[in-house]
């Protein structure tokens, strides 16, 4: 397997801008997270999903941002308009229910977003 | 509110030094601790989950273990491919994971 897949891997924007970042999980996972991180607070996590269901989307900031999976295979994430506070590295991650008692996530490498 | 700290927060090692790396948490029922390692540019990757306290799990020379309080990353005989960012985390709702801002560990040759 190819592991979870992001695009793009970099993204430079100015504010205002709408920007799309786009998630494909591991094949047969059915649960995928969106995080958000920075220097000043590590890793955080946005929204997750389960079966393509949106289940906690409590860390999402504000209205500025969304978030979609259409289907068991893509997601994104959605900022409009973006601000220079939404510059960070935006990580897109799966897991499988039950095939594992580690209950690991697995991480994509990330989507670093730049705006000016 | 769930909380994860890490110390310290940067850490300088010679090769073959052994040293742990200390993650605290409060949580409310906790679900799982994770460690993680994280290279530069790159997503982390999972290294353990342990569930309840006195586990313990080793990998090569990491080896990890957890009290009611707080988990330990113990590196043992370090290499300079052992450098990276070392990331802790709590399982506090059913699927929700609260990291805390990670060790950055550098081993010199």
């Known amino acids: 397997d190819a592991g979870v897949i992001q695009s793009p891997r970099h993204e430079v924007t100015e504010m205002g801008q709408e920007v799309t970042l786009r998630c494909k999980p591991i094949?047969?996972?059915?649960?995928l997270f969106w995080y958000r991180q920075t220097m000043m607070r590590g890793l955080e996590l946005l929204i997750y999903?389960?079966?393509?269901?949106?289940?906690?989307d409590s860390g999402m900031p504000e209205d500025r941002f969304s978030a979609k999976m259409p289907n068991a295979s893509f997601s994104t994430l959605k900022i409009q308009p973006s601000e220079p506070r939404d510059s960070a590295v935006y990580f897109c991650?799966?897991?499988?229910?039950?095939?594992?008692?580690?209950?690991?996530?697995?991480f994509g490498p990330g989507t670093r977003l730049t705006v000016l | 509110e769930d909380q994860v700290t890490q110390s310290p927060e940067a850490l300088r090692l010679q090769e073959g030094e052994s040293s742990s790396l200390n993650c605290s948490y409060t949580v409310s029922g906790l679900r799982g601790l994770f460690w993680y390692r994280q290279d530069p540019g790159k997503g982390p990757e999972f290294l353990f989950t342990l569930y309840s306290a006195g586990e313990e799990k080793e990998k090569e020379r990491l080896k990890a273990t957890l009290t009611k309080k707080e988990s330990f990353l113990h590196i043992t005989a370090p290499k300079p491919e052992d450098s990276a960012t070392y990331l802790c985390a709590v399982q506090a709702g059913f699927q929700k994971l609260v990291f805390g801002t990670g060790t950055r560990l550098l081993v010199s040759p």
């Open positions: 991650a799966s897991r499988s229910t039950g095939t594992s008692g580690d209950n690991e996530q697995f």
């Open positions: 094949s047969g996972h059915d649960y």
């Open positions: 999903f389960n079966n393509n269901v949106p289940i906690d």
